[in-house]
């Protein structure tokens, strides 16, 4: 696949030191220590996060109080000249995926195509998309990295799933659309190259469990879950394969 979503300018490399808290990473660009935006609020896997490459993106806002966005990391050494990333920033995902959707990348997900409006009032939610008939909301897993981690990457123990009350609520709605529309689908976008997505045993906890009931009730009126595996790197996320998931 050649569809390539393209940064207004490349991104830059930078040494992860550490994460301040949710929102914020010190970073070490150009033997400065700068504070950075983090994109995503959450956890990003087991990782500790400290002394990791990561790619930047900068802001020209003189009215940001952060210069620069950590938009990647990578597990390899700095030493790696071609390094493998894997995005973080969950704010942008949408961005990328209405690029995707609006060029009609994806035909065998949504064959039909059709015009594709953003932020589209549901029940009580705001979904994502809406493509022709089809609803399609877009989640971005983070708290699981199916990825290789090197022993010199250092991680925390894993933790168990978070809250997934956001999660299941959309489920539900767009379960409940399929009354009124054609097609309703939950999409899974990762910015690596990720294996297929197989969610934790029920019996994990109860947040898990919830979840993956509620997968069952609204796959059963139709709804569809799909995974869309994209690259990132300096130039822009390139993406490289999609396909229906049957959870």
């Known amino acids: 696949m050649n569809d390539i979503y393209l940064f207004p300018e490349p991104l830059r490399e930078a040494r992860l030191q550490r994460r301040k808290n949710r929102f914020i990473m010190t970073v070490e660009l150009d033997g400065q220590e700068q504070e950075v935006h983090c994109p995503s609020t959450g956890r990003i896997g087991n990782l500790a996060l400290e002394d990791l490459p990561c790619l930047l993106s900068s ?20 030493d790696v000249a071609e390094k493998r990333w894997f995005g973080i920033n969950q704010t942008a995902v949408n961005r990328y995926m209405e690029y995707f959707l609006q060029r009609q990348a994806l035909p065998r997900m949504l064959p039909a195509g059709g015009p594709v409006a953003r932020e589209v009032r549901l029940g009580a939610s705001r979904l994502d998309f809406l493509v022709g008939d089809s609803y399609v909301e877009v989640k971005m897993p983070l708290q699981q990295l199916n990825l290789p981690i090197p022993a010199t990457v250092k991680t925390h123990p894993t933790a168990s799933l978070g809250l997934t009350d956001r999660l299941t609520k959309h489920m539900d709605e767009l379960g409940a659309s399929l009354a009124a529309h054609e097609r309703a689908l939950m999409v899974l976008c990762f910015l690596y190259d990720c294996p297929r997505f197989s969610p934790p045993a029920a019996t994990e906890n109860a947040a898990v469990a919830r979840v993956m009931d509620t997968v069952a009730r609204n796959r059963g009126l139709g709804l569809e879950f799909w995974q869309v595996n994209c690259k990132i790197d300096r130039l822009g996320v390139y993406l490289l394969d999609y396909f229906k998931l049957e959870l």
Do not use: W
């Not at 802001?59 to 700095?78: C, I, M």
């Open 59 to 78: 802001s020209h806002n003189p009215q940001r109080k952060t210069a620069h966005t950590v938009e990647a990391l990578s597990l390899d050494g700095f």
